[in-house]
C-alpha cells in the first residue's frame, strides 16, 4: 500500500514538474528600468534575489539591501556579473534595528536622487521569542515594524518620481487568521498552524492592514502600493521548518523533504515573479491597496484584512512603538 502511495505521488509529481518547467517561465514584457532605482529588502537570497537581478537585467540601479554584510556583498556581485549591469550596489540594513534603518535611509537619501521602487521582501519565520535591539518582538518587528518605518522614511523621496511603487511581500497564510490581534501586539505567541507560529501569522497579516492603510495615506500622489502572496517556495528555510514539525506522515520517511519541494513548490524565481508584476507591469498603473497572487489579483473578503478601522489602529500602534523608543533614546 505504501509502494503504491509513493509511487502515485512520483507520478504526479513528475507531471507537475514537468507542468512548472513549461508555464511558470520568467515574464518578459516589461518595461525597460534604464535610469530608474530599486530597493529590494532581503536581496542577498531567494525571491528577493530574483526581484533584483530581474530588475537589474533590465536596466535598473538597484541597492542590494540585507543584513549579513558577506552574503549582500557576494549578491550583489552575482548580479552584477549575471546581468551585465555594474550598476548594482550592497547597503547594509538590517530591520531588527530603528538605526540600522535609520542609517541606511540616510546614507541612501544623501546619495541617491531618485528612488522608483521600494520592494519590502525580507521577513524571518521563527524568532523563538527572541526581541528586536529595540525590544520588539522579532518577527513582528523586522516583518512589520522595521519595513513600516523604512517606508515612512523613503515616502517623500519616492513621491518625486513620476510614478513610483511601493510592492509589500506578505503570504496568503493570513487567511487562516481572523481579526488581527491586538493583544498580542510585540508578543511572540509560540502556539502554531501546521509548521507556522502564529506569531508569524500576524505579521502577515500586518502587511496586509499596512497596504492598505498606506494607500489610503498615498491617495492623491503618484505612489501606488500593493501586496502579495509569492507561493510556496523551495528554499532551505522553508524545508527546515517543515521537516521540523513534529507531524510526520510515514511517507516521508522514504520520500525526503526537499524531494517534494523540488516537485510542488516553486523556484525562487517563479516565486519572485508577482513581485516583479507588482513593481513593473503597466497593467497596474494607478492601482494602489490590493492584493496578488500568481500575478493576478485575489480578492481578499475576510473583515479582518479589509477592516478599515484595524488599518489605522496598526498604523497608530506602529507610530507609537517607534516614537517610544526614539523618545527613549533622546
Request: include cysteine; proline fraction near 3%.
Amino acid at each position: 500500500m505504501l509502494g503504491l502511495l509513493v509511487a502515485g505521488i512520483s507520478t504526479v509529481g513528475l507531471l507537475y514538474a514537468t507542468w512548472k518547467c513549461l508555464h511558470q517561465k520568467p515574464l518578459q514584457s516589461y518595461p525597460n528600468l534604464q535610469g530608474k532605482v530599486a530597493i529590494i529588502t532581503g536581496s542577498n537570497t531567494g525571491i528577493g534575489f530574483e526581484t533584483a537581478l530581474d530588475f537589474a537585467t533590465r536596466g535598473a540601479r538597484v541597492i542590494v539591501a540585507a543584513r549579513n554584510v558577506s552574503k549582500g556583498e557576494k549578491a550583489a556581485s552575482d548580479i552584477r556579473k549575471e546581468s551585465s549591469n555594474t550598476n548594482v550596489v550592497f547597503k547594509q540594513l538590517d530591520l531588527a534595528s530603528l538605526h540600522s534603518i535609520e542609517k541606511f535611509t540616510a546614507t541612501f537619501l544623501e546619495e541617491e536622487s531618485r528612488l522608483d521602487i521600494l520592494v519590502n521582501n525580507a521577513g524571518i519565520i521563527e524568532s523563538h521569542g527572541a526581541r528586536t535591539e529595540d525590544d520588539f518582538e522579532m518577527i513582528f518587528g523586522v516583518n512589520h515594524l522595521g519595513h513600516f518605518h523604512l517606508t515612512n522614511l523613503l515616502l517623500d523621496r519616492l513621491k518625486e518620481a513620476p510614478s513610483a511603487r511601493i510592492v509589500i511581500v506578505s503570504s496568503y497564510v493570513q487567511k487562516y487568521r481572523g481579526r488581527f490581534n491586538f493583544d498580542m501586539v510585540n508578543k511572540y505567541n509560540p502556539q502554531k498552524l501546521g509548521p507556522i507560529n502564529k506569531t508569524y501569522i500576524e505579521s502577515k497579516v500586518a502587511n496586509v492592514l499596512f497596504t492598505r492603510g498606506l494607500a489610503k495615506q498615498l491617495k492623491g500622489t503618484t505612489v501606488t502600493v500593493n501586496a502579495l502572496h509569492p507561493g510556496f517556495i523551495n528554499t532551505q528555510m522553508a524545508e527546515r521548518l517543515i521537516d521540523n514539525t513534529s507531524a510526520r506522515p510515514a511517507w516521508r520517511k522514504i520520500i525526503p523533504m526537499g524531494l517534494i519541494m523540488k516537485l510542488f513548490f516553486k523556484t525562487p524565481m517563479q516565486g519572485a515573479q508577482t513581485s516583479i508584476y507588482c513593481a513593473l507591469s503597466e497593467e497596474l498603473e494607478g492601482v494602489s491597496g490590493k492584493f496578488f497572487s500568481d500575478c493576478k489579483e485575489l480578492v481578499l473578503t475576510s473583515e479582518g484584512l479589509t477592516s478599515e478601522e484595524d488599518a489605522d489602529k496598526l498604523w497608530d500602534i506602529s507610530t507609537s512603538l517607534i516614537n517610544s523608543v526614539k523618545t527613549k533614546g533622546q
